[in-house]
T-cell receptor
């Protein structure tokens, strides 16, 4: 049971490039989400999904797209990278409606946009 | 608006001293409350959670937190810290979208 996995761990992009951050979980969780972490800002919600085929925007969605074709995978796409998207990105999952409401986090992807 | 406030951005403390990391939440968030710890260059690990019941919650690594509804607080405490507790600590509440609403974090620095 690998939990939540993210790839890559590190990435450097040039302004205007696009890329996809991968996230997968093997716990059969319905709810998955993406956060970005910036110094002194805590973690902020980018997008989330309550199940396959269903996604919605969080607090800071601009410049990012998501899709959820399977329960296991929830990729985050940067359409045209900007320096303001330099951040650490965390994917998380939980069982919707679970008593614990605990979210399990991946190890993170550290992205630098130059 | 839904918000979680961590009152101290940095807390320096000597080894074996007690520590309290403060957290307040807005009345508009749910009272499902969490503390996470993040060690340098790592992901987030759950320390403890409050869902209901006893207001004193015990977590891993000797940490505990007390839920206080009247003061809308969920402060984290440890009676005696170790060097290995040096990390950033995040208080969070479950938001209306099923997400977590995080405070901005408190960096705990334990000095020998």
């Amino acid at each position: 049971n690998a939990g939540v996995t993210q790839t890559p761990k590190f990435q450097v992009l040039k302004t205007g490039q696009s890329m996809t951050l991968q996230c997968a979980q093997d716990m059969n969780h319905e709810y998955m989400s993406w956060y970005r972490q910036d110094p002194g800002m805590g973690l902020r919600l980018i997008h989330y999904s309550v199940g396959a085929g269903i996604t919605d925007q969080g607090e800071v969605p601009n410049g990012y797209n998501v899709s959820r074709s399977t329960t296991e995978d929830f990729p985050l796409r940067l359409l045209s990278a900007a320096p303001s998207q330099t951040s650490v990105y965390f994917c998380a999952s939980t069982q919707a409606g679970s008593r614990g409401y605990e979210q399990y986090f991946g190890p993170g992807t550290r992205l630098t946009v130059t | 608006a839904q918000s979680v406030t961590q009152l101290d951005s940095q807390v320096p403390v000597f080894e074996e001293a007690p520590v309290e990391l403060r957290c307040n939440y807005s009345s508009s968030v749910s009272v499902y409350l969490f503390w996470y710890v993040q060690y340098p260059n790592q992901g987030l690990q759950l320390l403890l959670k409050y869902l209901s019941g006893s207001t004193l919650v015990k977590g891993i690594n000797g940490f505990e937190a007390e839920f206080n509804k009247s003061q809308t607080s969920f402060h984290l405490r440890k009676p005696s810290v170790h060097i290995s507790d040096t990390a950033e600590y995040f208080c969070a509440a479950r938001g209306s979208q099923g997400n977590l609403i995080f405070g901005k974090g408190t960096k705990l620095s334990v000095k020998p």
